[in-house]
Nanobody
Framework: QVQLVESGGGLVQAGGPLRLSCTAS????????VGWFRQAPGKERASVAA????????SYADSVKGRFTISRDNSKNTVYLQMNSLKPEDTAVYYC?????????????????????WGQGTQVTVYS
């Protein structure tokens, strides 16, 4: 059974950092692109960042460019989201996702429908 486990969320003051981790239970994770999404109360789930299987290419939502960095350590089956200069509007549940049917793809994907496995989410709350 495939499991994605996010961690690292919490309560942080505006301007502060947090680092989220997403660790998978299957080795094929390291050969697949991964996306981070977030969903704020009353809003639709939205893409935050994506990374190709080897970390060679990344993409970001305009709202987080220059503040967030996605990276991965395939030896640990883990993808990270380093979040700096956090703002109250970054408050949301953050999810990582992977499509294990697409391996070694150089294409970045930023739609929820592109992914077939999701973590349970981790809450990030930024207060001013």
């Amino acid at each position: 059974q495939v499991q994605l486990v996010e961690s690292g969320g919490g309560l942080v003051q505006a301007g502060g950092p947090l680092r989220l981790s997403c660790t998978a239970s299957v080795g094929t994770f390291s050969s697949c692109g991964v996306g981070w999404f977030r969903q704020a109360p009353g809003k639709e789930r939205a893409s935050v960042a994506a990374i190709t299987w080897n970390g060679g290419t990344t993409s970001y939502a305009d709202s987080v460019k220059g503040r967030f960095t996605i990276s991965r350590d395939n030896s640990k089956n883990t993808v990270y989201l380093q979040m700096n200069s956090l703002k109250p509007e970054d408050t949301a549940v953050y999810y990582c996702a992977v499509d294990l049917s697409r391996r070694w793809s150089g294409r970045l994907r930023d739609k929820s429908s592109d992914y077939n496995y999701w973590g349970q989410g981790t809450q990030v709350t930024v207060y001013s």
